[in-house]
């Protein structure tokens, strides 16, 4: 049997920390995982992938709103002398 070479080496290595780090990370998100969430993930990705830009054409929605507002301004009463 032939002797692994330092680049095998190196990749044994880069494999075994890849796998030790995807490890580590999951089982930190699991001790993390609440309770009682306020709702499913599988919820929050639908939402995302139906609307993908729903928080940007709120902010439009809004800003439109400001845009007309800032154009037809509200009319001020007049005083009376």
Known sequence: MKEITPIG????GVVTLVVLSSYWSLLSLLRKKTKNPDQP?????????S????????????????????EHPPKEE???T
């Not at 080496?9 to 044994?12: D, K, M, Q, S």
């Not at 993930?41 to 992938?49: C, D, G, N, P, V």
């Not at 928080?55 to 800003?63: P, V």
């Open 9 to 12: 080496w190196a990749l044994i």
């Open 78 to 80: 007049k005083p009376q």
């Open 41 to 49: 993930s599988w919820t929050k990705s639908w939402r995302a992938l």
């Open 51 to 70: 609307n993908p830009f729903e928080a940007e054409n709120r902010q439009m929605d809004q800003l439109s709103k400001e845009v007309a507002a800032l």
